[in-house]
């Protein structure tokens, strides 16, 4: 079974920028879709970017020209550039990728998440 581990949250000041990382590890043979999510107190999770294996991009229209996804095939690991952070950005942020596995010779997709890393931006 496939694990995702997100790290490289924490606390910056407005106006600063994280680089969070998420690697998948474990029984897999192939990832399709990547993608990064949020969720802030009291609200739903949010999608804030995704690329696909072939590196098309797509993002909220919140973070567009402040945030940038891109990903390593070669070590299943997928990455989310934040710049110009607001406060609004304060949110647990969560992995998601389309992870492929085999089993008897059958391929099966499962949609898997991380554990989440906080980010809080704050004065």
């Known amino acids: 079974q496939a694990q995702l581990v997100e790290s490289g949250g924490g606390l910056v000041q407005p106006g600063g920028s994280l680089r969070l990382s998420c690697a998948a590890s474990?029984?897999?043979?192939?990832?399709?879709?990547m993608a990064w999510y949020r969720q802030a107190p009291g609200n739903q999770r949010e999608s804030v970017a995704s690329?696909?294996?072939?590196?098309?991009?797509n993002y909220a229209d919140s973070v567009k020209g402040r945030f940038t996804i891109s990903r390593d095939n070669a070590k299943n690991t997928v990455y989310l550039q934040m710049n110009s952070l607001k406060p609004e950005d304060t949110a647990v942020y969560y992995c998601n990728a389309d992870v492929w596995t085999t089993s008897g010779g059958v391929a099966t997709m499962l949609s898997s998440w991380g554990q989440g890393t906080h980010v809080t931006v704050s004065s």
């Open positions: 690329i696909t294996s072939g590196g098309s991009t």
């Open positions: 474990g029984s897999l043979f192939s990832i399709g879709a």
